[in-house]
């Protein structure tokens, strides 16, 4: 085996201090709470240590550096974000084969001319400042855009003239995903705002307070008036959405991650500017799909748990009305565009794309170039096109352009590939578990390549927040499979692949059946001889990170190598930390009595039996990720490390100016990947196809 085999004595000396908390009257031992201090000098000292103990092993692992120059190779293609349009301007994102990061543009419709309004090569030398979100004015003139530094979720908000090139003098501070949406007349944007962060702690303190402000150009942050306030509930998020006729303001209202919202209306054409409650309860999920006139349409689960499209008059808030039923297929998005309702739904978690008209009959479906996933849809009410993204395992995300009247479909712009996409192949399966669940399971290998007991295989899941995992691209998928290796995307309950139920069966105190899914599929990988515990590894990301933490941990047995990154592992204190708080939607609450047994009986940091034979572990995360805070992953490392009664190496891999995944430059981001892979392969004891 090319990977190399540790003891005790090769990993990093962890401090265990003696602290011990009574949580319901339970004695919870927490040893490793001083790696929460992630700037202390004696927790960076205790990253640097793993870190160059993690690059020592990585780095003579024969192949990594092959790997490494194949990513180069499969990533020369063009990343196309999809475009919003505005007075015939379309405005998008654009990453070229050789760029580190996106940059936003504008064409024509034809989407061809191309000008470049801010890259942000030249905003950084290292290539860590990347653009978060933008949203051009009515008018097209002006555009407001956000950028991140280092991958964090904190936004600086500018203005651009988009015909001059030269920024405003507004410059709005300390905000996240705040959605901001242009006042008719361009004269300012409502956006969703944030109360600034002790600057000690900006990347580890919990949310602070939102708010739903208006900022008027030309004026300082802080004259920024404010619409909605929730100063004792940090869980509220408003978002706000100016109707395409500059009539209605729809002012959503999220409760952290829950799948429920209120919904607001300001008619601005009104003098007094109340807000009226169109759905003053969280009860189900309302979003605003649209408008004509003062007819608004909303997507919605109310009596619907697969989903449907309903319409309210604006001057009768009482006035609900059915335009598209309920079907087979969860609707996941919907926007309405030249009097139609285009839908992205999902049928067997496979998309597809319904359109109907104004009065829900259905007309057409738009043609899709294959079985895969529409992550994004976008359209603007008064046009005719919608513009959507298609990406399935071996595709990179495309867009496409639908012109609603005529059915057409084209692409927006075409990407030329570097490699064959038919060299490879998808099935479909479908697991029953013990209960008697069905799980769909995609398995995807080059042609060519047998499943059996010799086959190294990876599987991925992650089951939470509603989450559908329907065939999409990742550039380390992709890389898997053309090194040779089998995957294996298994869609889990907690997901949202079958709308509301297959969500709540995963959530809280239904969260085990996550992992138990999740294990079911892996013993079918065994049972069934399309791969071999040696050759089986398991990966995930965020809840993901989560899943493969916890199932390592009830099943350490099961995998021959286990990849948990930027996961959220400690699941007594998430949510102190960051944006934590918001994920009690899905996890429950530890402060809760009867949720602390449930999350105590599957954290994976206090579910780390000492003695146990562990697998190859490569634990990562990254020094600015204010969603899963880093700590997270230190303390599980620190936890396995003293735990591993094997050979097998546990190794943490700490990204440095880089967060949660989004924003990260295209070197940093095939680094990680041929990391994760060349260890991966070497703990499998297989060889790359290179």
């Known amino acids: ?54 690059r020592s092993v990585l780095d003579e692992i024969p192949f990594r550096d092959r790997i490494r120059r194949r990513l180069d190779d499969l990533a020369q293609y063009e990343v196309v974000g999809v475009p919003q349009e505005a007075a015939g301007r379309l405005f998008f994102t654009l990453q070229g084969p050789d760029e580190r990061q996106a940059s936003l543009v504008w064409s024509e419709a034809d989407g061809q001319d191309v000008h470049r309004l801010i890259d942000p090569e030249d905003l950084s030398d290292d290539g860590t400042v990347s653009i978060t979100e933008f949203a051009p004015s009515p008018c097209g003139r002006l555009v407001v855009y956000g950028l991140a530094e280092a991958g964090s979720d904190w936004q600086v908000l500018r203005v651009l003239d988009v015909d001059s090139g030269e920024h405003c003098s507004d410059r709005i501070e300390w905000v996240k995903f705040p959605g901001a949406s242009w006042a008719p007349d361009g004269s300012g944007f409502y956006y969703g705002g944030s109360e600034t962060p002790p600057p000690e702690d900006a990347l580890k303190s919990a949310a602070t307070p939102r708010s739903l402000r208006f900022h008027r150009l030309g004026d300082a942050q ?25 009539r209605y303001l729809v002012i959503a209202i999220f409760k952290g991650t829950y799948q429920e919202n209120r919904i607001g209306l300001i008619d601005l054409e009104s003098a007094d500017g109340e807000i009226v409650d169109l759905v003053p309860t969280f009860e189900a999920t309302y979003g605003f799909v649209g408008s004509e006139g003062s007819t608004l349409y909303f997507l919605t689960t109310k009596d619907a748990p697969l989903g449907r499209i309903v319409a309210v008059d604006a001057a009768d808030p009482g006035s609900w009305r059915e335009v598209v039923a309920e079907s087979e297929g969860t609707i996941e998005q919907a926007v309405y565009v030249g009097g139609r309702l285009v839908l992205s739904t999902l049928r067997d978690a496979v998309a597809r794309i319904p359109v109907h008209d104004g009065d829900g009959r259905f007309l057409h479906e738009a043609e899709l170039p294959g079985a895969g996933s529409v992550p994004f849809l976008e359209a603007r009410e008064g046009g005719r096109t919608a513009y959507f993204s298609y990406g399935d395992f071996v595709h990179p995300n495309v867009v496409f352009a639908h012109d609603v009247s005529s059915g057409e479909t084209r692409p927006f712009r075409e990407i030329g590939l570097p490699y064959d996409r038919t060299a490879f192949e998808t099935e479909t399966h479908w697991v029953e578990t013990e209960e008697g669940v069905k799980i769909p399971v995609f398995l995807t290998r080059k042609r060519g390549v047998e499943a059996g007991s010799e086959t190294p295989t990876c599987l991925y899941g992650y089951g939470g927040f509603n989450i559908a995992l329907s065939p999409h691209f990742k550039i380390d998928h992709l890389s898997w499979l053309d090194l040779g290796g089998q995957l294996a995307v298994a869609c889990l309950r907690g997901g949202g692949e079958f709308g509301r139920a297959w969500h709540e069966a995963g959530v809280k105190e239904n969260r085990p059946n996550v992992f138990a899914d999740f294990i079911a599929v892996a013993e079918w990988l065994v049972e069934t001889k399309r791969t071999s515990i040696p050759k089986l590894s398991i990966y995930g990301r965020s809840n993901g990170g989560l899943l493969v933490g916890a199932c390592m941990t009830k099943r350490p047995d099961l995998f021959g190598a286990c990849l948990p990154t930027v996961g959220v592992l400690d699941m007594l204190r998430f949510h102190l930390f960051t944006v934590g708080s918001f994920w009690v939607s899905d996890y429950g609450s530890p402060d809760d009595p009867a949720m602390f047994p ?13 003695g146990t034979k562990f697998p190859p572990t490569l634990v990562a995360t990254a020094d600015h990720d204010d969603r899963v805070f880093p700590a997270h992953s230190h303390k599980f490392t620190a936890a396995l490390q003293a735990a591993q009664s094997g050979d097998a190496p546990i190794l943490l891999r700490v990204d440095v100016r880089a967060g949660h995944g989004l924003g990260k430059p295209k070197g940093k981001l095939l680094d990680e990947v041929a990391d994760r892979w060349a260890f991966a392969f070497a703990a499998l004891d297989a060889e790359p196809d290179l």
């Open 1 to 54: 085996m090319a990977l190399r085999r540790l003891d005790s004595a090769d990993y990093p000396q962890t401090r265990r201090a003696a602290q011990e908390d009574v949580l319901h009257g339970v004695r919870v031992s927490d040893p490793y709470r001083w790696l929460e201090d992630v700037d202390a000098p004696d927790t960076e000292a205790w990253v640097g240590a793993q870190n160059e103990l993690a």
């Open 222 to 246: 802080d004259a920024d008036g404010t619409l909605l306030e929730f100063p004792d509930d940090p869980q509220l998020l408003p978002y706000a959405r100016v109707t395409a006729d500059g």
């Open 598 to 610: 449930v999350l105590h009986g599957y954290s994976p940091v206090h579910n780390v039996d000492e």
